[in-house]
């Protein structure tokens, strides 16, 4: 495996498409993976056992190489507040924004509840990047 020096910041990394997402950056030998984890406290427990399975895998493909052991710093927050979306986003390489509010149950209100949260989020993720310099 090669090592790649950037960090890069998944957002919704708890969510379905972003565990997969950090499964294949991490297998990719991406050293540090910034999991955005929205909403606070939610469940992240499998992602912290998909990069230690694929640590103690490379631990034991890798005996004569230099090891890379992948991080997972999580920053949990809400996509709506800039902030929390600066402090996941900053010192990383590129961001992969698939973070999008989502219910199953119908919305009170859908337009305050889902619309609004995934558009101001998209747009904080976007002025985050542009801050720290990302095209």
């Known amino acids: 495996m090669r090592e790649k020096e950037e960090r890069v910041c998944v957002t919704g990394a708890n969510g379905f498409i972003g565990s997969w997402l950090v ?3 991490a297998e990719e030998g991406y050293s540090s993976i910034h999991a955005a984890v929205y909403p606070p406290g939610s469940d992240r427990s ?4 998909i990069v230690n399975t694929i640590n103690q895998q490379q631990q034991q493909e890798e005996e004569e190489e230099e090891k890379v052991i992948i991080t997972l710093p999580v920053f949990e927050g809400n996509l709506v507040d800039y902030d929390a979306v600066c402090k996941a986003v900053e010192g990383c390489a590129g961001v992969f924004h698939v973070a999008s509010p989502c219910t199953l149950e119908d919305p009170v209100e859908p337009e305050r509840e889902l619309i609004l949260p995934a558009v101001q989020g998209t747009v904080n993720i976007l ?4 801050r720290f310099g990302h095209k």
């Open 23 to 25: 499964q294949s950056l």
């Open 127 to 130: 002025m985050a990047a542009k």
């Open 46 to 49: 499998h992602l912290f056992h």
